[in-house]
């Protein structure tokens, strides 16, 4: 068995957001890796930057690390929890899903009438094409809505790995609903200062089993031997046949 993270919105370099579960996953006899998602890019883009993929390249990408014979639980934090709707539905081997602050969406619901019209609007356009991270938010309003719970080297980290998304990756359905027919675990994050921990509670009934962590927003940088934990747990007995 092995585990598949995939990120959230506007954010670079999945690995590295993935990276303090390695160790706690490998203890419990689970591989892991991470998906780095073609609708994220980089803040400021060089020239010749290819152009930004959408929630459909996202799922294709997740079909392309999850490829082969070996059962696969799908970690989707946020916005990947969108992915991993999608990428679950006609992926044979994945055994399991796990969402991590995340909404579990029906296949044609797309992110932007999921979100709940009174929590903060955390994301501006960037250009006509591109979503960012608010540019009114300081560094010090990111660290205490996502990252309160966070040591200085895991801020610094995740404030160094910002960047734009494809607008048309938050308009647009998953196509199927994996969640549906495969063992289904929500992670609650009951001190999540980002997404309200009561809208993850009304997203989560939708899982066939619901955990409640006391972590923020990022518990796989805050919490994650607690998480490695929870991860384990949701491991189907009998995974999914390919």
Avoid at 25 to 35: M, P, Y
Avoid at 89 to 103: E, F, S
Avoid at 167 to 178: L, R, S, T, Y
Wanted: aromatic letters at 6%; a negative charge; glycine letters at 10%.
């Amino acid at each position: 068995m092995r585990v598949l993270f995939v990120h959230g919105a506007c954010v670079v370099d999945g690995a590295w957001w993935w990276q303090r579960m390695t160790g706690p996953l490998a203890r419990r006899g689970l591989a892991s890796a991470a998906v780095e998602l073609p609708s994220c890019g980089p803040a400021n883009p060089p020239p010749g930057t290819p152009e930004l993929g959408d929630l459909k390249a996202d799922i294709a990408a997740v079909h392309t690390a999850a490829a082969g014979d070996e059962p696969t639980l799908l970690v989707g934090h946020s916005y990947g929890g969108m992915v991993i709707t999608g990428a679950a539905a006609d992926q044979r081997n994945v055994a399991g899903l796990l969402y991590l602050a995340a909404m579990l969406p029906n296949a044609d619901e797309p992110l932007a009438t999921m979100a709940d019209p009174d929590s903060p609007n955390w994301l501006e356009p960037a250009d006509p094409d591109t979503m960012r991270v608010r540019g009114d938010l300081t560094d010090q309003d990111f660290r205490e809505h996502f990252l309160a719970d966070c040591d200085q080297a895991a801020t610094e980290g995740a404030l160094a790995r910002l960047g734009r998304q494809a607008a048309a990756a938050f308009g647009q359905p998953p196509g199927g609903a994996g969640w549906r027919t495969l063992p289904t675990t929500a992670v609650v994050c009951t001190a999540d200062r980002a997404t309200p921990p009561a809208k993850q509670l009304d997203w989560a009934r939708r899982a066939g089993r619901v955990v409640e962590l006391d972590s923020g927003h990022h518990p796989f940088l805050s919490r994650p031997e607690e998480l490695a934990t929870i991860i384990a747990a949701a491991i189907p007995a009998r995974p999914h046949p390919s």
